[in-house]
């Protein structure tokens, strides 16, 4: 009688740790699929969370291929926390534990895809995840997160037009003020040829608007 207690005991503790073992590992980041860019451009590219625990806190390692540079990284509206990035590190903290979701955007990437990029399937890459449950557990993901991005080859647009969406107007100097902050030349934005990027490109982009 004693060894069938133990034995349901033991069966029950095993079904309970494979519960908070699967509970767990419902905890993730990713990135979304289908994404699509153009060479010579930017593209915004989300970082999804799904959780069933509280999430205080989370960290990851943006994989690029060569040609695409991450530019800015941004908190959501679903997720108060600012995103800081070191070498493509990012981390996240937020002061009130995220509640429980299928799906969450916790951050916005920019990328930008050098207009020497090749037309073609490229992946990008979610890697070193950590998340921190409420209760200061740690969850770490073993495998990147990976997905494929399509580059479609530069074509022949709106002068001033730097974000793609055929028009001229203040998030096309935002563009230029992003790289320029970041320190990364493109050419595409070097709107007036001087082999660099300044107040000078600005300047083109507001002569178009006003003639607009």
């Avoid at 419902?26 to 959780?51: C, F, H, R, W």
């Avoid at 926390?81 to 299928?102: C, H, Y």
């Avoid at 050419?187 to 006003?210: F, T």
Wanted: aromatic share 4%.
């Amino acid at each position: 009688m004693k060894r069938k207690i133990l034995f349901l005991m033991m069966a029950a503790l095993t079904c309970i740790g494979a519960n908070a073992a699967l509970k767990r590992a419902n905890n993730y980041l990713e990135l979304p699929q289908g994404i699509t860019a153009t060479a010579g451009k930017t593209v915004v590219v989300d970082i999804l969370m799904s959780n069933t625990l509280e999430i205080i806190n989370w960290q990851a390692e943006l994989v690029l291929p060569e040609g695409i540079t991450l530019v800015s990284a941004e908190k959501t509206e679903n997720w108060a926390g600012e995103v800081t990035v070191t070498d493509n590190k990012l981390f996240s903290e937020v002061d009130v534990a995220a509640a429980a979701s299928q799906k969450l955007a916790v951050a916005k990437l920019t990328l930008n895809v050098a207009s020497t990029v090749k037309a073609g399937e490229y992946q990008l890459s979610l890697d070193k995840i950590v998340m921190t449950a409420s209760d200061e557990s740690s969850i770490a993901q073993d495998n990147p997160k990976s997905v494929s991005i399509t580059v479609e080859e530069a074509q022949q647009g709106i002068e001033g037009d730097l974000n793609g969406d055929s028009k001229v107007t203040a998030s096309d100097i935002q563009v230029v003020l992003n790289a320029m902050t970041d320190d990364v030349y493109e050419k595409a934005y070097d709107l007036n040829d001087d082999g660099k990027l300044s107040a000078s490109d600005i300047q083109v982009i507001l002569n178009i608007i006003a003639e607009q």
